[in-house]
């Protein structure tokens, strides 16, 4: 039997997930960011999110250490491959050498040396920047990533970096998404110049394509602004699928974590879009990967859409997701966190008030009586609506400067009357995103979910299914993006001729499906034109 190992990267902690060959989950271990969980590096004020590159190793060595301990003892030497996800875009300014300059002495303690989590805001200016030349100048190099560039990607974090920090911008030989760096560490190569990068971390986020011969050009980027000269020559030309090799296990990570040097790495990839294979996609099939925001992915036959420019969304890449196939992303900023902001809201009498322990215990059972309550409720063309907008709006068309908003309240709103508005208003910024896809040409033909929401909240999925009058399947493993890192590696270890093959033996199948309550379907069909009527007043109103 031949083992694999999916190394799953998100917000706050990584998850090491040990499968065989045939997708049977034979351990699991999660480390969480020592100093993210301080949060050291942030300022939620301001949008700006950092982290460290020391939790990355430590959480990397403590997972798969800890996984392999849980695992039968035969598990460790038969163990052929590992591939990492990772959230995105967050990159990294490195040296030469490819080391993240907050590994070196002089950039430890310096927030603009470290990683730039995919959810920092900072560059808003900047992707505003980038979205004005882009239509200026004759070749959009917007038009494969939705036509409009967002403030959470690749160019506009490196240029907003550039320009507030010129020791960075001095010691900075380029720059690297997490994914790459990670899955380069691993195998102890990683100059920039020669690392293998993730086609899904350069279509979607640094408007890499064929057609532009790679990178948007030198005269592009300069006249973006001169601080960028240079370093197009300094990045890459070509770009990797998931199913490809990056190397093999260095001597020292093998020595470290007990495997053999023989292990093949694969190349990294975005969390979503490895949770996507995790999940078994298919053609037009909408995967909701949902946590504290979500992405939503889809792929289909380059033949039959590929001649499309579908606009508002994060992008159309050829092989991103499954070779072979046009993968297409979109998301909503904020999902989850939009409830957590509600828990935080009721709980702060509770902190106030209450001793650490049982305010705790109280607070951890405010979003399941919610959602009993809620689900209770009738549901009627005057009841509350909210914006999701609560971190801006992802898809569709990325504004990141919006903001969220409830409408209709009065003295008889409740708390569960307004967590409903909020549940709500999570599944109409989903609706919004299939029907952008529907007007552009994209059939949706069946939606699957994963994620912890999915699994943990029956009401929100619920709520969903109703909203989009589709039924919605849930993925059986609880771990679906660690999964599809392992199913890559399996297909980059050769246990597989090919990435279709090792998903179609790997995937985990589907524990659920949640039926659309078609009574609603006139109601909720009201209640989405109020939001998309409130969506608006609220957009132009940020502009005046």
Not at 24 to 39: L, S
Not at 229 to 236: F, N, V
């Amino acid at each position: 039997m031949k083992y694999i190992i999916g190394l799953d990267y998100g917000t706050d902690s990584v998850r090491a997930l040990i499968v065989d060959q045939n997708g049977t989950e034979i351990a699991t271990a999660v480390h969480y960011y020592a100093r993210w969980k301080k949060g050291l590096y942030c300022n939620p004020s301001e949008s700006q999110f950092r982290q460290h590159p020391l939790d990355y190793l430590e959480g990397m060595q403590t997972a798969i250490k800890t996984a392999l301990s849980n695992a039968p003892t035969e598990v460790a030497p038969n163990v052929v491959g590992i591939s990492v996800d990772t959230t995105g875009s967050t990159p990294v300014a490195v040296d030469r050498n490819g080391t993240p300059l907050a590994l070196l002495p002089e950039f430890a303690e310096n927030p603009n040396a470290m990683f730039i989590l995919w959810k920092d805001h900072t560059a808003n200016r900047e992707a505003e920047e980038i979205n004005h030349l882009a239509k200026q100048w004759a070749t959009d190099y917007t038009k494969y990533v939705g036509g409009i560039y967002s403030s959470e990607w690749f160019w506009a974090k490196i240029l907003r970096t550039l320009r507030v920090d010129a020791a960075v911008r001095e010691a900075a030989f380029s720059w690297v998404e997490h994914c790459d760096w990670m899955s380069a560490e691993l195998t102890g190569h990683t100059d920039p110049l020669t690392l293998k990068r993730s086609r899904c971390a350069a279509g979607h986020k640094a408007m890499w394509h064929e057609e532009f011969d790679g990178l948007p050009d030198e005269a592009f980027l300069t006249t973006l602004d001169p601080l960028l000269a240079g370093l197009r020559d300094r990045l890459y030309r070509d770009t990797f699928t998931a199913a490809e090799k990056m190397g093999h296990l260095s001597p020292k990570w093998a020595v470290t974590l007990g495997l053999s040097p023989e292990v093949v790495v694969g190349v990294g990839s975005f969390d979503a879009h490895m949770g996507a294979v995790g999940a078994s996609i298919e053609p037009y099939a909408l995967v909701r990967v949902m946590g504290t925001s979500t992405c939503d992915m889809l792929v289909a036959p380059n033949e039959e859409v590929g001649h499309l420019l579908i606009h508002g969304i994060c992008g159309q890449v050829d092989g991103s997701i499954l070779p072979g196939m046009l993968g297409m992303e979109a998301g909503q900023s904020a999902f989850g966190d939009v409830y957590a902001w509600f828990q935080q809201l009721l709980a702060w009498p509770l902190l106030e008030f209450l001793e650490p322990q049982p305010a705790e215990q109280a607070i951890a059972q405010i979003i399941p009586a919610l959602s009993e309550k809620a689900a209770q409720l009738p549901v009627t063309t005057h009841d509350a609506v909210a914006l999701d907008w609560f971190n801006g709006r992802r898809t569709p068309d990325a504004n990141h400067t919006l903001k969220g908003a409830i409408s209709g309240l009065n003295l008889g709103s409740d708390a569960p009357k307004v967590f409903k508005a909020l549940v709500e208003a999570t599944a109409f910024g989903a609706r919004s995103i299939v029907e952008r896809f529907r007007e552009e040409g994209v059939p949706i033909r069946q939606v699957i979910g994963i994620g912890g929401v999915s699994k943990k909240s029956p009401y929100v999925m619920q709520t969903l299914a109703n909203v989009l009058q589709m039924p919605i399947k849930i993925v059986t493993s609880e771990q679906a993006c660690a999964l599809g890192a392992a199913i890559c590696a399996a297909a980059a270890a050769g246990v597989y001729p090919d990435l279709h093959a090792a998903k179609a033996a790997m995937n985990s199948g589907f524990d659920a499906t949640f039926e659309p309550d078609s009574a609603q379907a006139a109601v909720y069909n009201e209640l989405y034109q109020r939001y998309r009527q409130l969506g608006a007043f609220m957009e132009q109103n940020a502009k005046t």
